[in-house]
C-alpha cells in the first residue's frame, strides 16, 4: 500500500510540473539575440508649427515573413511638445496629434543605468494615431490649440472636410494612477450630399508599439490582449507564426494578421514588466493585432476599432502606460489586472504579492523580502509538514513487519492488504499524509511563479551575487551554458534534505525515484527567476533544520512492532 501511494504521489507530482514546464517550453520557438535598448535620446520641444511631414504606404515585413500595408511617418516636419509629472514623460507629436514616447521615470531601461524605460521608442509609427482603418491612418500634421502644464489639444480639418479635435490630460503627480492619461477625441464629418447621416463610419485607433524584452527568450509575454467584459483574449508571437502543434494537436498555419469583431472593454499591449492599455468609455466593435520585426527583435502592434454611427462623435477613454503593477492595474476597475495573467492559482498569486510589499515596506531590499515570505510560509505549514515527517519516520519503523506482512501472503493480496492497513493502523500510520507537504507546496510554487515572473517590482533589484531577481543568477558560461549558482544551491540543499530525511521504505527502485528528485528539480528550475529559486533554496534550508529536529526525538512507545 506504502510503495503504491508512493509512486503515485511522486508521479503526481512529476506530472504536475512537466505541465507546469511545458506550458513554457511549448511558447519557445525559437531563441532571440539579446539586444539592449539603446541610450535615452533627447527630444527637442521646438518652436512654431513646421511644414507637414512627408507619409508613404511602406510595405513592413511581420515577423513571420508576410508583409502588411503602413503608413510610416518621415519625421522631418515635426513639433514635439512634453508633458510630465513625477512618474511619466509624455511626448506629443504633432503628426496625427499622437504620443511618440512615454518615458517611465521610475524604471530604467537597463540595469545600472540612469535613462528611463521609454514606451514606443525607436518606431515610426506614434502611439493612438487614428484612422480609418490600419492602412489609412491620419499622419498629417495637427495643429496645438490648447496647452497648459498637464494638457493638450491638437485640431486638424482632413481632406474630406472632416474636423478632428484630440485633447489629454496628464494625472498629477500625487494622483492614485499617475500613468493614467486622459484622452478625447471629436470627430465633425462633413456629409455629401448623397451621404447618409447614419452611415457608419470607421474609426481606428493605435496602442503604440511593443518590442520583446531581451529576457522573453520563451516569447511569452509579448502580448496583444482584449477584454469583452467576460473574459481576456491574448495573442502571443507564437499565435502568428506556423506551429505543427504537440503530438500533432494544436497546428495552425502563419497568421499575417488577427482582427476580431467583438465587444471590447480595452485592448492592451504587454511585455514582461510592462503594458499599455487603452480603456474607452464606450467598448469598441473589435480589435486588431499583429507582429512587426525591429532589427534583430519582434514587436507587437494593436489597434482598436470603432464605428462612429453620428456626423458628431466624441470617443473619451484612459490611456495607461505604466507598469504592470496588480493594485493600479485592479483600481482601474475593469478587470485590468487580468493582465498579470496569474494563472489558476492567481488567488494565492495576489495573497502572496499583497504579503511581499507588507515585508517590502519594513525591510526594503527584495532579496530579504522573499526570504522572510519564506519563513513564514514555512511557519505557516510546519504542522503539516511535522505531520508528514512523523508519518515519514512511523513508516520507517514498521518496515520490517511490513516486509514480513508481504512475504507472508504474497499469494493472497486481499489478506495482505487487511493485514497491512490493520499494521498501519495500531501504529497510528497514515501513508496518505506523506503527500500533503506536496499538494500544498504545488499551488504555492506555482503561484509564486506566475507572481515573480512580471514583478516589475523586483525588475533589477540586486541580492548578494544576484543582479536581477527576475531572471537566472547567470555568472558566467561554459561555451554557451549558463553557468546559474542559485539553482546549484538549491539541488544541494535538496540532497542534503534527502540525506536527513529517513526514507519511509527498504525498496531500492524508490530510494533511486527519491535520491533523482534533486536532480529534476535542477533541471526544472536552472532557468528559472532567481527570486523564485531563492525562495526554493530557503525552504529546503529551514526543512533540514524540521528533520534535524523531528528525527532527534525518540519515536513513540505507542509503535506496535507486531510479531508476524
Known sequence: ???????????????????????????????????????????????????????????????????????????????????????????????????RTVELKKFPAERDSDAPYVFNREVALPALVIGRDAEHLWMQSFAVTQQSDDFIQFRAVLEDGTDVIRGY???????????????????????????????PYPLWISLGVMPEMPGDKYREHLNFCAYDGKSMDCKRLADFEASNGFLGLGGHEAHPYFEANMSCTWGALKDQFFTAILTPKTPAI???????????????????KFELTQPSTVVGATYYVGPKDYLLLEHMGQRQDELMQFGFFGAVSKVLLMTMHGIHSAVHNWGWTIIILTVIIKLLMWPVTQMQLRSSKKMATIQEPLK???????????????????????????????????????????GLYYMLRSASEIRFQPFLWVKDLSMPDTVGYLGSFPINIMPLLMGVTMVVQMKVTPMPSTDSAQQKIFMLMPFIFLFFCYNFPAALVLYWTVQNLFTIIQNKLTYRRPTSDALQQRKV
Open 1 to 99: 500500500m506504502d510503495k503504491k501511494n508512493l509512486v503515485f504521489g511522486l508521479l503526481c507530482l512529476f506530472g504536475a510540473f512537466s505541465l507546469f514546464i511545458y506550458q513554457g517550453k511549448q511558447l519557445q520557438q525559437q531563441a532571440i539575440l539579446r539586444q539592449s535598448q539603446a541610450a535615452d535620446e533627447e527630444v527637442a520641444n521646438a518652436e512654431g508649427l513646421q511644414p507637414k511631414s512627408d507619409v508613404a504606404p511602406t510595405s513592413l515585413q511581420l515577423s513571420n515573413g508576410s508583409e502588411f500595408q503602413l503608413p510610416i511617418l518621415k519625421p522631418t516636419g515635426e513639433r514635439l511638445i512634453v508633458l510630465e509629472n513625477d512618474a511619466v514623460r509624455v511626448t506629443f507629436t504633432t503628426i496625427g496629434g499622437g504620443i
Open 286 to 304: 473589435g480589435c486588431f493585432s499583429f507582429p512587426l520585426k525591429q532589427g534583430e527583435r519582434s514587436s507587437m502592434q494593436g489597434f482598436l
Open 404 to 446: 514480513a506482512l508481504r512475504e507472508k501472503y504474497k499469494d493472497n493480496p486481499q489478506k495482505l492488504q487487511t493485514e497491512t492497513m490493520k499494521l498501519f493502523k495500531e501504529n497510528r500510520v497514515n501513508p496518505a499524509s506523506g503527500c500533503l507537504p506536496a499538494v500544498v507546496q504545488i499551488p504555492i510554487f506555482i
Open 169 to 199: 490630460k496628464l494625472p498629477s503627480s500625487k494622483a492614485k494612477n499617475p500613468y493614467l492619461i486622459q484622452t478625447e477625441i471629436s470627430v465633425m464629418r462633413l456629409l455629401s450630399g448623397d451621404e447618409s447621416v447614419d452611415k
